[in-house]
């Protein structure tokens, strides 16, 4: 009897979320083609993208099989509506059967194509994520090629909002010499609060091994200094750190900015929790029975 698979907290270092199931509706090297992939990592996630056909005929069931209603995540892995999520309507066609079986949702993009299911998505209790790393146009098309532009994405969160989804940001990754500047941080987070989004998770940036190989050929200073301030950092299952002080100096600041604005804070897989106001996935606001982070 197959069921919604259950999101693994093992494979994450520090990960605080509670218990969900996740999906991912593609398989492949995602379409966005962000430089910084974590999900490269996994050899599921790598090759050309391959949508996952055989959800379409599997996810009725998996849905009714499935009887503890815990927040589906779309997706961890690979984002829900990159580029070929127009034609195969993959994604869409799991949202129809999870909404049937009243499912609360928790959905993470970079795509204003998730406009498209609005309507669907807020029959249930739900929460959207949309990743924006920055509100530069060059930075985002060099780190995240084929993703929608940063104005898009505000774009798509006025939407949500207008929509009465409640609507998260995720800043994330924060890379140092690349998004950490906290005057451009600040003016991203005012656009953010002016929105109307409940929270910014926030996360400094953890190459995956191949990550620094990569990043020679595109950018050899930037090689350099990125790869001087991650000398003295750790490995953690399969990610590189930057060095504890440090990281904790980069999520220190960008939460005050945060919370200057009225806005929910949390890290993302930091192992600084006493610094989050809420759960890292917005999962806050589309539980019934966890009205209150403590
Ligand atoms: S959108 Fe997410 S999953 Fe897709 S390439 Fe970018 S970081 Fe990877």
Redesign the pocket.
Known sequence: MTKLPLFNIAKRGFCTCLPKYNLNTYLG??????I?????KFPS?TGPTIPRLKLIDQIEDMAKNTKLKLPVML?D???PY?PLERKYQITRKCLESLVKYDFPLLIV??SDLVVRDINLIKQVPSVISI?ITTLNEEKARFW?P??PSPTRRLKTLERIVDAGIPATARIDPIIPFVNDDLTEFRELVLELAEIGVKQVTASTFKPVRGFFQTLKTLDSTLYKKLSQIYSDGEWILGYKYLNIEKRRKIIEKVRQIVLDYGLNFSSCREGFPELNTTICDGTKYCRKLLTEYT
């Open positions: 090297r995602c379409g966005h083609k962000c910084y992939c974590y999900a490269v996630f997706s892995c690979t984002d990159q993009t970079k990743t995240e084929n993703a």
